[in-house]
């Protein structure tokens, strides 16, 4: 939340910069905040938006020593909106990679990351979970911690919004 807070914060004195045509000092602004972001320039799949983000989580997930198998078939040009689709992934991968430091010393650490194109995207992600991972009665991930769970809203509203299926499972340890 403090993140997100911030980050509209960060934002909103970007976009008053580029207003007032001040691009170099965005830019520089830009850069300094992304100075300990991993920079990792691997083509995942073509949509420009989603292999950004995907290339943001891949890097921290290796820094993090977390193994990633990563298979996207992902178009540019998309029947969803690419930036919509883009928070997706980041939020499924930012998800992933906390429950594998939550997971840390007790399994290998790993994230699988597939996409298949067929006249519909069908995304799936793997990734070891505590023991203890629950899913309500709607079939969601349930979280007791304060402040969390909002990316996983945002997944179920974006696959309610373009009338997507989403299904959650938890079984032998892996989510």
């Known amino acids: ?18 207003e007032k045509d001040e691009n170099q ?14 920079k990792i320039s691997k083509v995942y799949c073509e ?3 989603v292999n950004a983000a995907v290339c943001h989580y891949a890097g921290l997930a290796e820094q993090s020593g977390i193994l990633t ?3 996207l078939d992902i178009p540019r040009d998309l029947t969803v909106d690419s930036l919509e689709l883009s928070m997706v992934v980041s939020n499924l991968l930012e998800n992933a990679i906390a429950a594998c ?4 010393g ?14 519909r995207l069908l995304l799936e992600i793997e990734n070891p979970c505590i023991k203890g991972t629950a899913l309500d009665e709607e079939g969601y991930p349930v ?3 304060e402040g969390h ?23 032998k340890g892996f989510f």
């Open 1 to 18: 939340s403090r993140a997100a807070h911030d980050r509209r914060h960060f934002n909103n004195m970007i976009l008053a910069l580029l």
């Open 69 to 71: 198998e990563i298979e």
């Open 25 to 38: 000092e965005a830019v520089s602004l830009l850069k300094k905040q992304n100075q300990d972001t991993p």
């Open 143 to 145: 979280t007791l911690e």
């Open 47 to 49: 949509n420009p938006a």
């Open 101 to 104: 430091l939550k997971n840390s």
């Open 106 to 119: 007790s399994r290998p650490l790993s994230i699988h990351f597939i996409c298949r194109n067929m006249g």
């Open 149 to 171: 769970g909002i990316g996983s809203k945002n997944v179920i509203a974006f696959a309610k919004k373009y009338d997507g299926e989403l299904i959650y499972q938890v079984e």
